[in-house]
């Protein structure tokens, strides 16, 4: 009886143990990402850290059994943090490419986005002179290692005889072309939306570049820790549903009312202050969430008060 009393219980520790391995009890991932980048990274004037991809990757760690430490990371060197172990998941708007791909492993796609030409309201110039170095400044900004500053890379090496200016971040861009050192930015859409919305007097947005592109949280190659099948799981109980059509393109497909829909009416669309007054307002709710349905509670009072 003694035995099979302990083996019993050596059994029943087990099932205990692989339960909470399976749960996530207790694991914590260091999430790098590169603050602030509105509407995706902001910071509060206390120091704390929210935005579109932050509250995500909060809320995929709830539902997933994680928690998570957000750390500002410089984006030039997110990756090498990822590949070095100082940090386990890059999230900072990451444009999913096959150069990319060719060192780190992302998740499934979260966000689809094309870049857009930021440009004082003012200027002489349109969007074709500005990109060919005709206007006043002769130059374009964009931040190190973006998707932007790649694509007016390659506009000079088609000939354009335009200045390439690169910067550690987007708001430094942007303070250099209201303060008329530049003459454009190029960067991607939402973010350049929110660009506009705290200088609605002075800038605007001079075009569209559609270059569709897919945003995905990243990982170390190979994915040692088995993080991207849980990011991506939880992505689909948050209520974004990835379906592959014709040519292999991908639609993301957000369902109506879930916590991601209510993530995305709140943090686009509403004013950079609107926004940060209503994740004040409601941040202890996905601070201290412990459930899909805490995170959906989040959602739905953050998006009611950023736009009410």
């Known amino acids: 009886m003694k035995k ?5 219980s050596v059994l029943a520790l087990l099932a205990l143990v692989a339960t909470s391995g399976a749960l996530g009890a207790g694991e914590k991932f260091i999430v790098a990402s590169d603050i ?9 004037p206390a120091g704390e850290f929210f935005g579109f991809d932050l509250d995500v990757v909060r809320a995929i760690g709830v539902v997933a059994g994680f928690t998570v ?15 070095t172990g100082k940090a386990d998941i890059g999230a900072s708007g990451f444009t999913i490419t096959a150069e990319r791909e060719a060192n780190v492993d992302f998740s499934s796609p979260y966000y689809l986005s094309n870049q ?13 002179t500005a990109l060919v170095g005709m206007g006043p400044n002769k130059a374009v900004g964009a931040q190190n290692g973006t998707t932007g500053y790649g694509w007016v890379e390659s506009l000079q090496g088609t000939g354009v005889e335009v ?11 942007v303070l250099d072309l209201v303060n008329n050192r530049i003459d454009a930015v190029v960067q991607d859409e939402p973010a350049s939306q929110a660009s506009i919305a705290a200088y609605p007097d002075l800038l605007t947005i001079g075009g569209v570049i559609n270059t569709y592109e897919y945003f995905g949280f990243l990982v170390a190659n190979g994915d040692p820790k088995g993080i991207l099948p849980r990011v991506n799981a939880a992505m689909a109980q948050l209520g974004l549903e990835i379906v ?5 393109m991908q639609d993301l497909v957000i369902k109506s009312g879930s916590a991601w829909a209510n993530l995305v009416r709140a943090y686009f ?3 950079p202050d609107k926004i940060e007054a209503a994740w004040l307002a409601t941040k202890s709710l996905i601070l201290n969430a412990k459930t ?3 995170v959906q509670a989040f959602a739905l009072a953050f998006a009611n008060e950023a736009n009410k």
């Not at 857009?116 to 074709?128: T, Y």
């Open 269 to 271: 669309g509403p004013s």
């Open 244 to 248: 592959t059509g014709a040519g292999g």
């Open 36 to 44: 602030p980048w509105a509407p995706f990274e902001m910071v509060t």
């Open 69 to 83: 430490e957000i750390k500002n990371t410089a984006f030039d060197t997110i990756i090498e943090a990822v590949l």
């Open 292 to 294: 899909i349905a805490d």
């Open 116 to 128: 857009a030409v930021v440009m004082r309201k003012d200027s002489p110039a349109n969007l074709v």
């Open 163 to 173: 200045e390439l200016k690169g910067y550690d971040t987007y708001p430094m861009a």
């Open 4 to 8: 099979c009393f302990r083996l019993l």
